[in-house]
């Protein structure tokens, strides 16, 4: 099946800082990606829709200045957490689909974000 | 309003034995998908199967099978033949078949599904 990989898969940064989490379609070419956020023992929550060379579209409560999603190539999308606070911490996964018209759709491996 | 159901939050099975996994989904869209998806300890999302809204068959792949019942909106997971490895969190997914492909995937809440040897 397609792949799809995130990087770092996990990170521990300070409070204050900002963190950036790459997603790439390896075989494929995702003209949307989306990203999801998982908090323990919890559901994935849709934080946003990102499209190539476009704006990223968000969920309703997620701040757009905060989280800064960047789809540069129809490979690539990055999110990057700004001002990055302990309540950030959580599990960060994106997905894509192979194309619109294929109900197939896959998952990164996730990055596990720890803000100290 | 909440879009997909899953109200178990844990179930335990016997090993080699058959469980079902309930999902109830809410649309008023003619054109939807449905999908299961495994998470284990690790993080990552395994696709397990996949049901469109206009297929008259339940979908089957291996052990799993999709017990559709498009006028209850129910999707039920049946895992056949459980085993140990089976241990993990499921979700249901829907995807509301709009938006020129865009539309992303609503999960359930999951259900943590224990298997005992």
């Known amino acids: 099946g397609a792949v799809v990989s995130q990087h770092p898969s996990w990170v521990i940064c300070k409070s204050g800082t900002s963190v950036k989490i790459e997603c790439r379609s390896l075989?494929?070419?995702?003209?949307?990606m989306f990203w999801y956020r998982q908090f323990p023992k919890q559901s994935l929550m849709l934080m946003a829709t990102?499209?190539?060379?476009?704006?990223?579209?968000?969920e309703q409560g997620v701040e757009k200045d905060k989280f800064l999603i960047n789809h540069a190539s129809l490979t690539l999308s990055t999110l990057t957490v700004t001002s990055a606070h302990p309540e950030d911490s959580s599990f960060y996964i994106c997905?894509?689909?192979?194309?619109?018209?294929?109900?197939?759709?896959?998952f990164g491996p996730g990055t596990r974000l720890t803000v100290t | 309003a909440q879009k997909i159901t899953q109200t178990q939050p844990g179930m335990f099975v016997q090993e080699k034995e058959a469980v079902t996994l309930d999902c109830t989904y809410d649309?008023?869209?003619?054109?939807?998908?449905l999908f299961w998806y495994k998470q284990p300890s690790s993080g990552e999302m395994i696709f397990l199967i996949y049901?469109?809204?206009?297929?008259?068959q339940n979908a089957t792949e291996g052990r799993y099978s999709l017990n559709f019942q498009k006028a209850r909106k129910s999707a039920n997971l049946v895992i056949s033949a459980s085993q140990l490895g089976d241990s993990a969190m499921y979700f249901c997914?829907?995807?509301?078949?709009?938006?020129?492909?865009?539309?992303?995937?609503?999960f359930g809440k999951g259900t943590r599904l224990s298997v005992i040897a």
């Open positions: 997905s894509a689909r192979t194309s619109p018209s294929s109900y197939e759709q896959y």
């Open positions: 075989d494929f070419q995702a003209t949307t």
């Open positions: 990102s499209n190539e060379g476009s704006k990223a579209t968000y």
């Open positions: 649309t008023s869209d003619q054109s939807y998908g």
């Open positions: 049901q469109g809204s206009y297929d008259e």
């Open positions: 997914a829907m995807r509301e078949d709009r938006n020129s492909g865009n539309t992303p995937l609503v």
